[in-house]
């Protein structure tokens, strides 16, 4: 570990080459300086564009705690202040709009294009990786000096590939989700092309010292544990959420994938169509955690979103997504997202005490 400026981390510059042979990437930035994979994201953004500069997301409004960073709600520190121009195609029955973004792109004034995998707070299909090669195959005839950014958090080690090997320059994802495998207590990732994580890394820290400095704090052993147990984790939590999927199809709710379908993240959602059933759903979430089960999840604002979210984390890491985790904004058509669980065994249980705090009058 290092502290201070973290000149000569030996540990921490040895990671970053892990990341990067394990994404088959040029380079890695993975620093626990990184707040979240918002902050990551943003760091990205900022680091790519320039004023005058378009962004274009293709697979329609990115996640909710992006607004403030694109601009959406005038935020005086938002890529829009900066004069960075903001596009997006929506997805067309879960799929990539395939004309619609090769007649944009053609035009090559384009400078970053963005791609969530994962479905965030909205109800279409998660990216699977076939789907994001084969969008980037397109993206490549028709525009070569466009670099594709893709968000990929929620998705890692789900398939066999990741996007780098696809196709795409930069990837970008949270280490309290998947890669954090329930261990690094926060952090994130970005990887791809070396130019553009040098750039990131400029961003992140200062001009002319990009990865030569930022200490790690004693953060390297968990980010190497965390890793190592990723996999293993991963598994976990997609066997949770097929239990869930299962179980709540069962009792005649609508879920989304259907427990037998190909899954492209460890996101579960379930559509009550009703607040007070969203509510008591994720209260047992809550009841069923390991970590604060006598907690009592409530509704409320939090920093990012418009809607009163209701989250229930009874994780060991504040906001652990890869824990057994639940949250939903408090608007039509009240849905739920079900995500992680570090063991099937404490998921089980989770779900299980979900539903009955759901099917109590």
């Known amino acids: 570990m290092t502290t201070g400026y973290g000149y000569g981390d030996i540990g921490r510059d040895t990671l970053e080459r892990v990341y990067a042979h394990i994404f088959k990437a040029e380079d890695a930035l993975v620093r626990n300086q990184f707040i979240s994979g918002t902050h990551a994201l943003s760091t990205t953004f ?3 564009l320039r004023p005058g500069d378009v962004l274009l997301s293709i697979t329609g409004k990115p996640y909710d705690t992006l607004d ?4 959406f709600n005038d935020n005086a520190s938002s890529l829009k202040a900066f004069g960075i121009n903001y596009e997006q195609i929506d997805l067309n029955d879960n799929d990539f ?4 973004i090769k007649e944009r792109v053609i035009k090559k004034d384009i400078k970053v294009i963005e791609i969530q995998r994962s479905i965030g707070y909205s109800l279409r299909k998660s990216i699977s990786i076939e ?5 980037i195959k397109l993206l490549r005839e028709v525009n070569s000096d466009v670099i594709i950014m893709v968000d990929n958090c929620y998705c890692e080690f789900v398939s066999t590939k990741e996007p780098i090997e696809v196709g795409a320059d930069i990837c970008v994802g949270s280490l309290i ?4 495998g329930g261990i690094a207590s926060n952090g994130a990732y970005i990887v791809g092309r070396k130019d553009l994580i040098h750039l990131c890394s400029e ?3 200062v001009a002319g010292e990009a990865k030569e400095v930022g ?9 190497f544990q965390g890793l190592y147990m990723a996999p293993s984790v991963v598994a976990n939590s997609l066997k949770t959420v097929v239990l869930a999927s299962f179980l709540l199809e069962q009792l005649g709710y609508e879920v989304s994938p259907k ?5 492209a993240d460890i996101v579960q959602t379930i559509t009550f169509n009703n607040p007070d059933k969203l509510i008591k759903f994720v209260q047992g979430i809550q009841k069923g955690s390991a970590i604060d089960a006598n907690a009592l999840a409530e509704p409320s604002d939090m920093p990012g979103y418009d809607d009163k979210i209701i989250m229930a984390s009874g994780s060991f890491t504040q906001g652990s997504s890869i824990e057994l985790s639940c949250d939903g904004p408090i608007r039509p058509p009240y849905v739920a997202y079900l995500q992680g669980s570090l063991t099937y065994e404490y998921g089980k249980i989770g779900i299980l005490k979900a539903i009955e705090n759901l099917e109590k009058n």
């Open 259 to 263: 427990w037998n379908e190909e899954r």
């Open 131 to 135: 789907k994001l090669e084969k969008v």
């Open 215 to 223: 200490p790690s704090l004693g953060a390297n052993k968990s980010f």
């Open 97 to 100: 709009n395939y004309e619609l």
């Open 177 to 180: 989700k998947n890669l954090g």
């Open 46 to 48: 900022f680091a790519l």
């Open 68 to 71: 403030s960073v694109i601009g």
């Open 203 to 205: 961003r992140l820290n």
